[in-house]
C-alpha cells in the first residue's frame, strides 16, 4: 500500500476543503488545524464528501506520473502546453528579393526613360523590380491536429468509511492509500496504453511519408540503419549480423548517426516533416522548421539500449546534445512477448488524413487512405516534443444519492485522453532492415539482352555472367529488368544477387 508523507496528507485535505466549501481559507498545518477541518467536513452531506473526495482522488490520479509509467515522455502534464499545440499557427518561408538599387543580371533597374515601376516590355514582361509599395506579406498556415475521447470510471465508496476518515491523520492516510492502490495501476496501464497508441500511430505517420510512393521521400522522415551503415561501410551485413557479430563497429558508427540527425534537425529546414505548399507568383513557399535540443525527445528500443547504453550514454547525453530526462526506452512496441522479434517489429495501419496524402503521395484524392507499417526492427524515434502528445484531464465527477439498504454510494468520473499527432513538426523514425539477399538465374541464348527479375528487388548487389562479375549493364527499377550492354552468350550461366525489398510498395 501507498504511504503519504505529512504534509501531503494536509495538502490532500486543503484541497478537499476548498472543494467542499468552495473557499481556500482553510489551511491544514499541524494536527490541531486537522482536526478542526474534519469536523467542519463532517458537517456536510455524504455524498457532498464524497463527490469532493473523489474529485481531488481523481486529479491526483490522473495528474500523476508514476515512476514506472510506460511511454510518459510523450504525456504533456501541463495542460496548458497541450493545449497551446492543439491549434497551430505556422508560416510559410518567403525567398530573398531582387535588389532595386542596383543593376542586376535580372533587371535592369536603371535605363534613360525608366520610371520606378516595372517598366515593362511591349509583351507585358517585367524590365525592373517593383516599388517600394509592392507587397510582400507573411502566408500563415493554421490546422487543428487534436483527437480527443472520454472514458468513464466509477468508485464505489461504503459510509462506514466516512465516519473514521478525518479522525486522524493515521486514518487519514489508510483512506488516500487505500484509494491510490485500488485505482493507480488501472489508470496507469490506461494512460500507457493510449501513449503507446498515439505513438504508434505517429510512427506511421512518418512512415507513410518515406514511403515508396511519397513525392518526398529525400524528407528522410524513415532512416533505415541497416541500408545507411551498409552504404557508408561497404558491406552488405544483415540487421541481425549488425546487432551481433558486427555491433560494436554498428553502435561507434550509430552514435555519430544520432547525433548527426540531432544536429540537423537543429537546423531550420524543409527536412524531417511534411509540409503543405503555396504557390505564389514567385514560385512555391514551404513551411521550415527546427527543433532546439532541448526539444528534442529519444525514444528507443530497450533491449538493444541496454547492450549499447555504455557507449552511447556519454556521446548523446550531455550539454551539447540531449538531457537524460528527455529519453525514454521501451520494453516493447506493441505486442509483449519473449521473442525479440515480436518486440522489436510492429504492423501499424493507420488512415492518413486527405490532405495530407494529397501532399505526400502527389495525388488528389478526397477520402482518408489505408497505410500499413510493418518494420522488421523498430529501433526507436527522435523527434521534436510537439510532433506527437498526449493528455489527460478530470473532465466531471458526479456522485449518486446514498443507496439506503446496503448503505453506499458510487462516484462517476469523466476523464478526457486527447493526443496530438502532428507530421507538419521533425519526427525521425529508426528502423533495421533485416537486409535479406536472393540471387535469380538465367540462361543466355546469344540474342537476348533483357532479363526480368520476379521478386521484390531493393538494390542489386552483384551481376555475374559465366561466374565472372561484370558491370556491363544497366536496372530500370521500375520494371526490374536487366540490360547487358551486350547479349550474353549462348548457354551462358547469369546470376543476378540483389536485397529484397521487405515492404514493397502497391
Keep these: 500500500m501507498g504511504q503519504f508523507k505529512r504534509k501531503d496528507l494536509y495538502a490532500l485535505m486543503n484541497a478537499t476543503m476548498a472543494q467542499l466549501t468552495g473557499q481556500d481559507y482553510h489551511q491544514v498545518i499541524n494536527t490541531g488545524t486537522f482536526m478542526d477541518a474534519g469536523r467542519l467536513a463532517k458537517e456536510f452531506k455524504t455524498d457532498e464528501i464524497y463527490n469532493a473526495l473523489g474529485i481531488v482522488g481523481a486529479r491526483l490520479l490522473i495528474g500523476n506520473r508514476p ?64 516599388d517600394q509599395y509592392e507587397q510582400h506579406p507573411v502566408h500563415p498556415f493554421e490546422q487543428y491536429f487534436m483527437d480527443s475521447q472520454v472514458w468513464q470510471d466509477c468508485l464505489t465508496r461504503y459510509v462506514n468509511q466516512i465516519k473514521i476518515v478525518f479522525n486522524s491523520e493515521a486514518e487519514w492516510g489508510r483512506f488516500w492509500a487505500g484509494l491510490v492502490t485500488e485505482k493507480s495501476n ?11 497508441l498515439t505513438l504508434l500511430s505517429r510512427m506511421g505517420l512518418a512512415a507513410a511519408m518515406g514511403d515508396y510512393s511519397s513525392a518526398i ?173 498526449t493528455n489527460f484531464q478530470l473532465e466531471d465527477a458526479r456522485t449518486s444519492p446514498l443507496e439506503s439498504r446496503k448503505n453506499y454510494l458510487n462516484t462517476w468520473f469523466d476523464f478526457v485522453k486527447s493526443n496530438i499527432c502532428n507530421p507538419t513538426q521533425n519526427f525521425v523514425l529508426l528502423v533495421m532492415s533485416e537486409n535479406e539477399q536472393a540471387t535469380e538465374s538465367f540462361t543466355g541464348d546469344g540474342t537476348e539482352d533483357d532479363f526480368t527479375l520476379t521478386g521484390d528487388v531493393l538494390r542489386i548487389l552483384e551481376v555475374t555472367v559465366g561466374g565472372t562479375a561484370t558491370t556491363a549493364y544497366t536496372y530500370n527499377a521500375e520494371t526490374q529488368v536487366v540490360t547487358f550492354t551486350s547479349a550474353p552468350a549462348a548457354s551462358a550461366a547469369i546470376k543476378v544477387t540483389y536485397l529484397v525489398d521487405q515492404h514493397p510498395s502497391a
Excluded at 76 to 104: D, K, M, Q
Excluded at 186 to 196: F, S
Excluded at 331 to 346: F, G, H, P, R
Excluded at 348 to 362: H, M, R, T
Aim: net charge negative.
Design 67 to 130: 515512476y514506472n509509467a510506460e511511454l510518459s515522455l510523450i504525456d504533456a502534464i501541463s495542460t496548458g502546453e497541450f493545449n497551446s499545440t492543439v491549434r497551430e499557427i505556422s508560416y510559410f518561408s518567403t525567398w530573398a528579393l531582387p535588389s532595386g538599387a542596383f543593376n542586376t543580371n535580372l533587371y535592369t533597374n536603371f535605363a534613360d526613360g525608366f520610371d520606378n515601376g516595372k517598366n515593362p516590355t511591349e509583351l507585358g514582361a517585367a524590365q525592373s523590380t517593383g
Design 186 to 196: 488501472d489508470i496507469e496501464q490506461r494512460k500507457a496504453a493510449y501513449n503507446r
Design 217 to 389: 521521400k529525400g524528407a528522410c522522415t524513415v532512416y533505415d540503419l541497416t541500408a545507411a551503415y551498409n552504404k557508408e561501410m561497404g558491406t552488405n551485413y544483415t540487421g541481425t549480423q549488425l546487432r551481433t557479430t558486427y555491433r560494436k563497429s554498428f553502435l561507434e558508427w550509430f552514435t555519430s548517426e544520432i547525433k548527426i540527425i540531432s544536429d540537423l534537425m537543429a537546423k531550420r529546414s524543409v527536412y524531417f516533416h511534411a509540409t503543405p505548399v503555396l504557390t505564389l507568383g514567385d514560385g512555391d513557399h514551404v513551411i521550415l522548421r527546427h527543433t532546439p535540443k532541448s526539444e528534442q525527445r529519444l525514444i528507443m528500443y530497450a533491449p538493444f539500449w541496454e547492450k549499447a547504453k555504455t557507449m552511447v550514454m556519454p556521446e548523446i547525453f550531455n550539454d551539447n546534445y540531449l538531457k537524460t530526462e528527455n529519453f525514454e526506452s521501451v520494453d516493447y512496441w506493441q505486442t509483449l512477448s519473449m521473442e525479440d522479434s515480436v518486440k522489436a517489429s510492429a504492423n501499424i495501419k493507420i488512415k492518413i488524413p486527405a490532405w495530407l496524402e494529397d501532399l505526400i503521395a502527389n495525388t488528389t484524392g478526397s477520402s482518408d487512405t489505408d497505410f500499413v507499417f510493418q518494420p522488421d526492427y523498430l529501433m526507436g524515434c527522435i523527434f521534436d516534443k510537439r510532433s506527437v502528445m
